[in-house]
């Protein structure tokens, strides 16, 4: 779909937001010198406005249940684009959440997310996240969590209207929360694949330190990546390393650090290495928070 229709959504839902119980604009504003270097070209450098986004959520809380409306589109200044990014209704209670539409997928967010340690290369910065979809159309998603013990979620990918089947894929995650972090297990069946895919990750903290882990596994490992990161004051350094496992897959190594100068604002410097292919990344940036 073409940048007008998203824009235009996203107008046309402004007033029904302004008149609900609460209701703000979310997004990310990210501007970004890249650079660039391969076996045989020069490097050169280029500015992009990727990974930038703007939204709006509603909530309504009704008898302790919170009712929950989110519009999302990606948007590329630069580029002169913009795309759907998020688009739903959840309903939220003390021990259970349910959403339907098009939502961040549960694999992204518990498996990627925690890898995910640089800034400039949004769904592309570690091995795993190459093989998972950020987003889905039509997901219906339920979520129980106690942050005593742990959680489960369950994910179901509905096929278009013109489709002879029902169901396109489904995925569950269960996994533990700890003083230290957090540890996950997932699954994901899509009805397209005979075998399913296996993920695990692991959040891991102890003071000024983290370290990040991802694995996925279908009939042979496909990928993985683990990381680390170190925060003194507000200047968070970053390392990781991370391998995609199938033939002709990609190696890297990456390192960097983001200065924290608020919640919502920072910059940042990141360099990333592909040995086999000899490419050299390098993003300077800074990243505003609504």
Same mark, same amino acid.
């Given at each position: 779909?073409?940048?007008? #229709?998203? +824009?235009?959504? +996203?107008?046309?839902?402004?007033?029904?937001?302004?008149?609900?119980?609460?209701?703000?604009?979310?997004?990310?504003?990210?501007?970004?010198?890249?650079?660039?270097?391969? %076996?045989?070209?020069?490097?050169?450098?280029?500015?992009?406005?990727?990974?930038? *986004?703007?939204?709006? !959520?509603?909530?309504?809380?009704?008898?302790? &249940?919170?009712?929950?409306?989110?519009?999302?589109?990606?948007?590329?200044?630069?580029?002169?684009?913009?795309?759907?990014? $998020?688009?739903?209704?959840?309903?939220?209670?003390?021990? @259970?959440?349910?959403?339907?539409?098009?939502?961040? &997928?549960?694999?992204?967010? @518990?498996?990627? !997310?925690?890898?995910?340690?640089?800034?400039?290369?949004?769904?592309?910065?570690?091995?795993?996240?190459? @093989?998972?979809?950020?987003?889905?159309?039509?997901?219906?998603?339920?979520?129980?969590?106690?942050?005593?013990?742990?959680?489960?979620?369950?994910? *179901? $990918?509905?096929?278009? !209207?013109?489709?002879?089947? &029902?169901?396109?894929?489904?995925?569950?995650?269960?996994?533990?929360?700890?003083?230290?972090?957090?540890?996950? +297990?997932?699954?994901?069946?899509?009805?397209?694949?005979?075998?399913?895919?296996?993920?695990?990750? =692991? /959040?891991?903290?102890?003071?000024?330190?983290? =370290?990040?882990?991802?694995?996925? #596994?279908?009939?042979?490992?496909?990928?993985? %990546?683990?990381?680390?990161?170190?925060? &003194?004051?507000?200047?968070?350094?970053?390392?990781?390393?991370? $391998?995609?496992?199938?033939?002709?897959?990609?190696?890297?190594?990456?390192?960097?650090?983001?200065?924290?100068?608020?919640?919502?604002?920072?910059?940042?410097?990141?360099? /990333? *290495?592909?040995?086999?292919?000899?490419?050299?990344?390098?993003?300077?940036? #800074?990243?505003?928070?609504?």
């Amino acid at each position: 779909m073409q940048k007008p #229709f998203y +824009l235009a959504a +996203l107008a046309v839902a402004l007033p029904a937001v302004a008149n609900a119980t609460d209701s703000r604009f979310t997004g990310q504003i990210q501007v970004q010198g890249n650079y660039q270097e391969t %076996d045989g070209e020069d490097g050169k450098w280029s500015l992009a406005t990727r990974h930038s *986004w703007l939204g709006i !959520e509603a909530v309504e809380a009704i008898n302790g &249940t919170r009712y929950v409306g989110v519009a999302e589109a990606d948007v590329d200044p630069l580029e002169d684009s913009a795309s759907a990014r $998020q688009f739903y209704l959840g309903l939220e209670q003390a021990l @259970y959440e349910v959403r339907a539409g098009r939502i961040t &997928t549960l694999e992204y967010n @518990y498996l990627a !997310e925690p890898v995910s340690l640089m800034q400039g290369t949004g769904a592309d910065s570690s091995a795993v996240g190459q @093989y998972l979809d950020p987003f889905a159309d039509r997901l219906v998603q339920l979520e129980l969590s106690s942050r005593e013990a742990g959680f489960f979620a369950a994910e *179901w $990918q509905l096929e278009d !209207e013109d489709a002879s089947d &029902t169901l396109a894929a489904w995925t569950v995650v269960t996994g533990l929360y700890t003083a230290e972090g957090q540890a996950s +297990l997932s699954y994901h069946q899509d009805e397209t694949q005979d075998a399913g895919r296996w993920g695990l990750s =692991l /959040r891991w903290a102890d003071g000024p330190w983290a =370290l990040s882990a991802a694995y996925l #596994f279908r009939e042979d490992p496909l990928a993985w %990546d683990i990381g680390v990161d170190y925060q &003194t004051g507000q200047i968070v350094s970053k390392f990781a390393y991370g $391998q995609d496992e199938t033939p002709g897959g990609v190696e890297y190594w990456s390192a960097g650090f983001e200065q924290l100068f608020t919640v919502n604002v920072n910059n940042f410097f990141e360099v /990333r *290495w592909q040995p086999e292919d000899e490419i050299l990344l390098g993003q300077v940036g #800074f990243q505003l928070r609504l």
